[in-house]
């Protein structure tokens, strides 16, 4: 909780245009933890020309810089990544799906086919992946989220639903947890968890066998190296 409300006050001078160093000494945290929790909130160049000493100043600069150079680097990694990978063949669409539901599919109901995650874009390509690979209709895809009790939950389903595309006639009541969202070290998207769920048996059995196939290859290539 320390840690959060820490994390909190950073970001809330950050907001009042103090420097790195100026939140430093008045919280007693690192430069490294500082980068990484406030590299989305860059100051403007009013706010730097309003910081005292030239050396504030210099180091404010000199971190938009590499703010810029990094992003035009991730551009760059981008473009190459793109024309090396996409478009994927539906056979290997199957094995990122097949992955993910690996690491992020329930496993426990023998006969429902359930992902759930709190990023839009990995809950964007479940639904992809089981409407388009694995051939489930549309309106035989379930939607349901678990939220917090201080959202607005009318928004926050239709926020998914634009997300996925997918009426709200195809969502399941709302799961509201009691603890509220501003409680919580926020990790995700401020949008709560969306899951996926479809009732298969055979899909859930295909996908969970699959699964245990590519473990045991694997794991008997690893035995014998």
């Known amino acids: 909780m320390t840690r959060f409300l820490d994390r909190r006050k950073a970001l809330e001078l950050r907001k009042l245009g103090k420097s790195y160093s100026q939140i430093k000494n008045e919280l007693g945290v690192s430069k490294s933890t500082l980068s990484e929790w406030l590299k989305a909130y860059p100051l403007t160049k009013a706010q730097i020309d309003t910081l005292r000493g030239k050396s504030e100043i210099r180091i404010e600069k000199y971190r938009q810089t590499m703010r810029r150079k990094r992003e ?62 694995c051939k489930v209709s549309r309106e035989k895809i379930q939607v349901y989220l678990h939220l917090y009790s201080d959202m607005n939950i009318t928004e926050a389903m239709a926020f998914w639903s634009k997300e996925l595309q997918q009426p709200i006639q195809y969502f399941a009541k709302p799961y509201i947890k009691k ?37 045991d290859h694997y794991g008997e290539k690893l035995e014998k190296s």
């Not at 479809?198 to 699959?210: C, D, F, G, R």
């Open 72 to 133: 035009a680097r991730l551009t760059s990694y981008y473009k190459e990544e793109k024309s090396k990978w996409i478009p994927l063949s539906k056979r290997e669409l199957f094995l990122m799906g097949l992955f993910l539901y690996w690491g992020e599919g329930g496993k426990t109901h023998r006969n429902i086919v359930s992902i759930n995650n709190t990023d839009p874009s990995v809950i964007k390509f479940a639904f992809y992946w089981l409407n388009e690979v």
């Open 179 to 215: 603890s509220k969202r501003t409680d919580l070290d926020q990790k995700g998207f401020g949008h709560g968890t969306c899951g996926l769920r479809v009732y298969n048996t055979i899909l859930k059995e295909h996908i969970l066998v699959a699964i245990q196939v590519v473990a």
